[in-house]
């Protein structure tokens, strides 16, 4: 059996898949890991990635590494994202990969991020007209799906780390209001997207669904039953408004959720419900399955 292996290295977290394609030209999943290390915080004002956090990330890779090899994994395919593509010292980070362990990352544009979120969703959900929604810890990348096709996509420097930092008393309405205004002019510079369009939101990647174990009251609520669940924008307002309302050692303890997320949760899920107002949207729905996967659905459409 050829098994495969992606890591992608995140700006929240590090994640492994490891997987097999079948004669049917379908993927099965082995086995995946994940570690939360914020590599986006480890960035200075001026983009570089200091070194603390590039030796947690090359510890991580070596560990995940040595799971690949237990497996006897063929070839390991590794990317990085935003915090990674935005670090000024990004060449010297990757060859410390490459000559420590042999492995050669690949550094996706925003528009490959969004791509291979955008195959994802094609491939295993049944939407074909949407704006897909990829919140990770650096960036935020927004896509417009017209009859199943990629049409237009942006990246913005507004993960959940740099949301956090910039709105981080997210609990006043003031800074509510804030943040709103602060979404709102991003969006309308974007002359693709049509305010009020009335196009459901597909949201890709950890903070997605977080909401939705939040919204299952359960933080260990397994990730395949998330995949395609729908929420309406009044329940996502709701787990807004509540989380809003508790103390900072509440909030740690709020049902669904890890510790370490809710130390960056107010100031996304406060974006993702600006985002559902400005289009109208009637649903937020989950897709479980983002880059990693839509590497793999790349791999088996060239295969074809």
């Given at each position: 059996m050829n098994r495969g292996a992606i890591i992608d290295i995140g700006s929240n977290s590090v994640r492994l898949i490891i997987y097999h394609i079948n004669e049917h030209s379908n993927f099965e999943v082995i086995d995946e890991a994940k570690e939360t290390i914020r590599l986006g915080s480890y960035l200075t004002k001026n983009n570089y990635l200091i070194d603390d956090g590039i030796?947690?990330?090359?510890?991580?890779?070596?560990?995940?590494?040595?799971?690949?090899?237990?497996?006897?994994?063929?070839?390991?395919?590794?990317?990085?994202?935003?915090?990674?593509?935005?670090?000024?010292?990004?060449?010297?980070?990757?060859?410390?990969?490459?000559?420590?362990?042999?492995?050669?990352?690949n550094i996706l544009s925003g528009k490959e991020e969004a791509r291979y979120g955008?195959?994802?969703?094609?491939?295993?959900?049944?939407?074909?007209?949407?704006?897909?929604?990829?919140?990770?810890?650096?960036?935020?990348?927004?896509?417009?799906?017209?009859?199943?096709?990629?049409?237009?996509?942006?990246?913005?420097?507004?993960?959940?780390?740099?949301?956090?930092?910039?709105?981080?008393?997210?609990?006043?309405?003031?800074?509510?209001?804030?943040?709103?205004?602060?979404?709102?002019?991003?969006?309308?510079?974007?002359?693709?997207?049509?305010?009020?369009?009335?196009?459901?939101?597909?949201?890709?990647?950890?903070?997605?669904?977080?909401?939705?174990?939040?919204?299952?009251?359960?933080?260990?609520?397994?990730?395949?039953?998330?995949h395609d669940y729908s929420m309406t924008r009044e329940e996502v307002s709701k787990i807004y408004s509540d989380f809003l309302k508790l103390s900072i050692n509440e909030r740690n303890n709020f049902k669904g959720l890890s510790k370490k997320r809710a130390e960056i949760f107010a100031a996304p899920l406060g974006a993702i419900l600006v985002i559902l107002r400005y289009f109208n949207s009637e649903k937020f729905i989950i897709s479980a399955l983002g880059l990693r996967e839509g590497i793999i659905y790349e791999e088996i459409i060239n295969k074809k």
């Amino acid at each position: 059996m050829n098994r495969g292996a992606i890591i992608d290295i995140g700006s929240n977290s590090v994640r492994l898949i490891i997987y097999h394609i079948n004669e049917h030209s379908n993927f099965e999943v082995i086995d995946e890991a994940k570690e939360t290390i914020r590599l986006g915080s480890y960035l200075t004002k001026n983009n570089y990635l200091i070194d603390d956090g590039i030796e947690i990330a090359i510890n991580v890779l070596k560990r995940f590494k040595e799971i690949c090899q237990r497996y006897e994994v063929v070839e390991i395919y590794v990317v990085a994202t935003e915090a990674v593509r935005k670090a000024v010292n990004r060449s010297y980070i990757c060859n410390r990969i490459e000559s420590e362990l042999g492995l050669n990352v690949n550094i996706l544009s925003g528009k490959e991020e969004a791509r291979y979120g955008y195959l994802a969703v094609k491939n295993s959900m049944k939407e074909k007209d949407a704006v897909l929604l990829d919140l990770g810890g650096s960036s935020m990348e927004i896509t417009l799906m017209e009859k199943g096709e990629f049409k237009e996509t942006i990246s913005l420097p507004l993960g959940c780390i740099p949301l956090t930092k910039m709105f981080n008393n997210i609990e006043s309405d003031d800074e509510n209001i804030e943040l709103e205004k602060f979404i709102n002019n991003k969006l309308d510079e974007i002359s693709w997207l049509t305010k009020n369009n009335k196009l459901n939101v597909i949201g890709i990647g950890g903070i997605a669904k977080h909401i939705g174990r939040v919204a299952k009251g359960d933080k260990n609520y397994p990730k395949e039953s998330l995949h395609d669940y729908s929420m309406t924008r009044e329940e996502v307002s709701k787990i807004y408004s509540d989380f809003l309302k508790l103390s900072i050692n509440e909030r740690n303890n709020f049902k669904g959720l890890s510790k370490k997320r809710a130390e960056i949760f107010a100031a996304p899920l406060g974006a993702i419900l600006v985002i559902l107002r400005y289009f109208n949207s009637e649903k937020f729905i989950i897709s479980a399955l983002g880059l990693r996967e839509g590497i793999i659905y790349e791999e088996i459409i060239n295969k074809k």
